[in-house]
């Protein structure tokens, strides 16, 4: 199969180590992060107040400051737009830390 990635929900940690982990097969997980408090939270002034507008962050491969990365999420219509994929992101932010949990 091509471009046809199963989607799951309620898995337990043991099945999703049987069906995908182990056959190193992908999926789209559609509720991990449905209770997360960061869904409702995490938005701009919120993000801006727990970290600061000059807060360093990384998308795609360029390095900018957390407001401009904000706004050009807010204006995007690329087709091909800059995610925010930086792990360091949150740094010892205890706040935002306490939005989401990590499966285990």
């Known amino acids: 199969e091509v471009d046809n990635i199963e989607r799951v929900k309620g898995l337990s940690t043991a099945q ?7 056959p190193n097969k992908p ?3 559609t509720d991990g992060a449905k209770q ?3 869904l409702k939270k995490w938005r701009r002034d919120y ?3 727990a970290l600061t507008p000059s807060h360093p962050v990384i998308a795609g491969n360029m390095r900018m400051p ?3 990365y904000l706004d050009y999420a807010a204006h995007n219509a690329d087709e091909q737009p800059l995610y925010l994929f930086d792990k360091a992101c949150l740094g010892d932010c205890a706040q935002l830390a306490a939005d989401f949990t990590v499966p285990s």
């Open 27 to 29: 999926c789209l997980i």
């Open 16 to 22: 999703f180590y049987e069906r995908f982990e182990l």
């Open 36 to 38: 997360w408090p960061a």
């Open 66 to 68: 957390l407001a401009t």
């Open 47 to 49: 993000l801006l107040s």
